[in-house]
């Protein structure tokens, strides 16, 4: 994931630079690396999920970029008798799964 932020990162470097400081969207995908991460999390969330609602317990996750917590709370929306929250500070902000 850090090395195609770099790669999006430069190549939106070098668009804007030929366009004169204009902005660009740039979005750098291998092989549907991104589609199978974005669902690797899914799987993952809701399994954290099942944990918290057969414990009981709060269930932390570890700490992950903005665009990884809206994976997981966009999953966890529709499983009932979770709520997800954020917390912490950036960069060690994350996302914690209680029973509701």
């Keep these: 994931a850090a090395t195609l932020a770099a790669m999006e990162e430069l190549a939106r470097?070098?668009?804007?630079h030929r366009a004169s400081g204009g902005s660009a969207y740039v979005h750098v995908d291998v092989q549907g690396y991104r589609e199978r991460r974005k669902q690797a999390l899914i799987d993952f969330?809701?399994?954290?999920a099942r944990r918290a609602l057969d414990t009981?317990?709060?269930?932390?996750?570890?700490?992950?970029?903005?665009?990884?917590r809206k994976i997981v709370h966009d999953a966890l929306q529709q499983v009932e008798g979770v709520t997800t929250i954020s917390e912490g500070l950036e960069p060690r902000r994350k996302v914690v799964v209680t029973r509701v």
């Design 45 to 48: 969330a809701l399994d954290v």
């Design 56 to 68: 009981g317990e709060d269930q932390a996750f570890e700490p992950m970029p903005a665009s990884d």
């Design 13 to 16: 470097t070098a668009i804007q």
